[in-house]
């Protein structure tokens, strides 16, 4: 993190990950600024991710039968930009309330190629055949995430609530709580709860019946 003004900080990173299957390469960077005597805190931060997918049965084609015989496309990519904007405003010496908004938007290859789903026998669920699942190549998320850390001496709470939507239809909720209690000067224990819950994407099912239209996706 770096001063580049008055009360105005950058911060620039950049992270990658390799594995046998799949490859990963980010950068991100960041503003902060403090305004009202450092009471409020304003930050804006970007980050870039490009992911390169290359599976051990090379990639499949979505809603193709899984035959044991290899596909012959070779890899895959995606690449994802996400943008979080924020405030951090101390009421008082002991309180404080922070705000988020998170914008994402990927694009590119968005199936596991390792996924299936199953084709049943509408009359006996007997399964006949699995196809590999088809996602769609692209996607915006939405967020916005609300907390509050109030201190009673050497106790403190910690209350967050976070409010997730995108465009393959998937809605969250998550709740979270925690307090921190202090043992004796040397210890402490710091309880916590937490309430999550998540509606299923347009796409999602449990199986595909035989005899009927393939879906465009499905997972």
Known sequence: ??????????????????????????????????????????SLGLNFEHDKIDPFHNVPTGLTQMSGVEPAQRGESRNVLSVVAGVTQILKPNW???????????????????????????????????????????????????????????????LSARYYHDSWGIDSITLEGSEHIPIGRKFYVEPNVRYYRQTKADFFTYYLPSGTALPSFAS
Do not use: C, M
């Open 1 to 42: 993190s770096t001063a580049i003004a008055e009360n105005t900080r950058i911060n620039i990173g950049a992270n990658g990950s390799k594995e046998k299957d799949f490859t990963s390469i980010a950068g991100r960077v960041g503003l902060t600024r403090e305004l009202n005597n450092k009471a409020t805190t304003l």
């Open 96 to 158: 404080l309330v922070q705000l988020n908004y998170s914008f994402g938007s990927g694009k590119g290859y968005q199936s596991d190629p390792y996924r299936f789903v199953s084709v049943i026998n509408p009359v006996t669920g007997a399964p006949l055949q699995y196809l590999y699942e088809a996602r769609p190549d692209s996607r915006t998320r939405h967020a916005v995430y609300a907390a509050t850390k109030i201190a009673f001496g050497s106790f403190v709470t910690d």
